[in-house]
């Protein structure tokens, strides 16, 4: 099994050792190989860490990097520049509109439980208050392995005769165009034959929805929704058609999630 990679984000370097206690702890527990965390006690050292070639799968990240002597600001997806990035959710931000939402996870780590409406946009894996224990650490790690392990699902096709094998969750949508369709990643668009509508029968597709009978869309993709248009992130700035068939569909997805 591949070794979890990890890093830590805190500006206290003994909560920095607490969480790294807690991983070894939740390593020799669990039974998961866990590699040493990489540590960090300041934005801008994360920010400018190149994530492509760490290929961390979970960041621990403080939300308040001032020692608590200033109010954490909060901005959007497409509003981080480096000068901003001096919290943990404007670092968050930056670190999603460049890298997407399943390229690694993030928990928060924080003293200031009212922060915490504003990480949802960030969709971290879990929220641990501090003081941290062991029991906090374990319980998020539970719950961020237990989605991870979903997201990694594989899908299997065959394309030019050859077998294809594409991470599930690096697709940002399908779309069928006659008898083919299109597999579209944040790298490249694969084309194949088959059916949408038996495709997004597997259940690797099974959080995936569907706008359009010929569009099905990862959520964790969509930055927002209007009546008929699915906006999804990213500089490509894609827009996506919502049918009117399919639209008390995409209101009963918005309505549970």
């Not at 010929?214 to 969509?222: E, F, L, M, Q």
């Amino acid at each position: 099994m591949i070794p979890l990679k990890t890093a830590i984000a805190d500006d206290d370097r003994y909560i920095c050792q607490q969480i790294q206690e807690c991983l070894t702890q939740y390593s020799t527990q669990k039974d998961i190989d866990i590699d040493d965390p990489d540590i960090y006690t300041d934005c801008a050292t994360l920010y400018n860490t190149d994530f492509t070639q760490k290929r961390y799968d979970l960041v621990f990240m403080d939300i308040d990097f001032s020692g608590g002597t200033e109010p954490v600001k909060h901005f959007s997806l497409f509003d981080t520049t480096r000068e901003r990035c001096d919290n943990g959710i404007a670092l968050g931000a930056h670190l999603r509109n460049r890298l997407g939402h399943n390229y690694f996870d993030i928990i928060y780590v924080t003293s200031f439980e009212n922060y915490a409406i504003h990480t949802i946009p960030n969709r971290p894996a879990a929220l641990v208050q501090k003081p941290v224990t062991y029991e906090k650490i374990s319980n998020a790690l539970d719950d961020a392995l237990y989605y991870r392990d979903i997201s990694r699902r594989v899908f299997e096709f065959t394309c030019n005769n050859s077998p294809v094998h594409v991470q599930v969750s690096k697709i940002r949508y399908l779309n069928s165009c006659g008898r083919k369709i299109y597999l579209q990643t944040n790298e490249t668009t694969i084309s194949f034959y088959g059916k949408l509508s038996e495709v997004q029968k597997k259940p690797c597709f099974a959080h995936f929805v569907p706008i359009h009978k010929s569009y099905v869309v990862n959520p964790d993709y969509i930055d927002h929704i209007s009546a008929n248009t699915v906006y999804l992130q990213g500089k490509a700035g894609e827009q996506l058609p919502i049918s009117r068939t399919y639209q008390p569909l995409v209101e009963k997805w918005l309505m549970q999630h």
